[in-house]
C-alpha cells in the first residue's frame, strides 16, 4: 500500500488548460514553479525601487500596498514568505509591461538605449533647420505636451547653440523630452 502511493507521487503533474475544444495544452508542475520564482523575482525587484519610480509601472491592485509593505518586513522568512505573496499578486499584473518599464530603467538594455537615441534625434533635429515641423510632428504624437514651454525651450537652445556656448540648455530640452514621453 505505501509502495503503491509512493509510485503515485513519482509521476509528474499536469496541468491542462482549454484554449479551444480541439486543443489541449499540458503544463508540467517544474515549468509552474519556474513561472512562479519567476514571478516572485520581479516582485523582489519592484520591492527594491523607489515609491516615485514604482508610479510609473502599470500595477493594479492589491500589490501597491504589498510592495510598500515589504519595506516593513525585516524578518527574512517573513520577507521570503510576503515575495511569496507578491508573486501569487504577480499573476493578475501585465507582466510584459512590468518587464518593459524595468527595462527602460536599466541603462544597459536595448529598450533603454532605443528610447535614449530616439530622443536624442528629437532634440537634433528641434535644433536643425527645420525646427517648426518637427515641432508640429513631436506635437501630433504627444498631444499632452506643453507647446508654449517646448517651443521656449527650442528657441533659447538653439541660441545657445548659434552663440557656441555650453550646452546646458540643449541638456534641459533633452530633459523636458524624457519628462513628457514619460522615460
Same mark, same amino acid.
Given at each position: &500500500?505505501?509502495?503503491? +502511493? &509512493?509510485?503515485?507521487? %513519482?509521476?509528474?503533474?499536469? *496541468? ?21 520564482? *519567476? ?28 510592495? $510598500? ?11 521570503? %514568505?510576503?515575495?511569496?505573496?507578491? /508573486?501569487?499578486?504577480? &499573476?493578475? $499584473? ?9 527595462? &527602460?530603467?536599466?541603462?544597459?538594455? #536595448?529598450?533603454?538605449? %532605443? $528610447?535614449?537615441?530616439?530622443?536624442? +534625434? ?5 535644433? /536643425? ?5 518637427? =515641432? ?14 517646448? +517651443? $521656449?525651450? =527650442?528657441?533659447?537652445?538653439?541660441? #545657445?547653440? @548659434?552663440?557656441?556656448?555650453?550646452? @546646458? ?12 514621453? /514619460?522615460?
Amino acid at each position: &500500500m505505501i509502495e503503491q +502511493r &509512493m509510485r503515485k507521487n %513519482r509521476e509528474p503533474h499536469f *496541468e491542462i488548460e482549454d484554449q479551444d475544444d480541439d486543443e489541449i495544452i499540458l503544463i508540467s508542475k517544474s515549468s509552474l514553479k519556474r513561472d512562479a520564482h *519567476e514571478l516572485k523575482a520581479l516582485g523582489e525587484q519592484l520591492a527594491a525601487l523607489k515609491p516615485a519610480v514604482l508610479a510609473k509601472f502599470p500595477l493594479e491592485g492589491r500589490i501597491l500596498d504589498a510592495l $510598500q509593505e515589504t519595506r516593513g518586513i525585516t524578518s527574512h522568512n517573513a520577507r521570503k %514568505r510576503h515575495f511569496g505573496f507578491i /508573486g501569487k499578486l504577480m &499573476m493578475d $499584473q501585465d507582466i510584459d509591461g512590468i518587464r518593459h518599464q524595468l527595462a &527602460m530603467l536599466d541603462t544597459s538594455s #536595448e529598450e533603454y538605449n %532605443r $528610447q535614449f537615441h530616439q530622443l536624442e +534625434r528629437w532634440r537634433d533635429r528641434f535644433l /536643425g533647420t527645420e525646427s517648426n515641423a518637427a =515641432v508640429t510632428e513631436f506635437l501630433e504624437q504627444h498631444p499632452a505636451t506643453d507647446v508654449q514651454n517646448l +517651443r $521656449q525651450l =527650442v528657441r533659447n537652445a538653439a541660441k #545657445e547653440k @548659434s552663440e557656441e556656448k555650453r550646452a @546646458s540648455l540643449s541638456k534641459k530640452l533633452f530633459r523636458y523630452l524624457r519628462e513628457v514621453t /514619460g522615460n
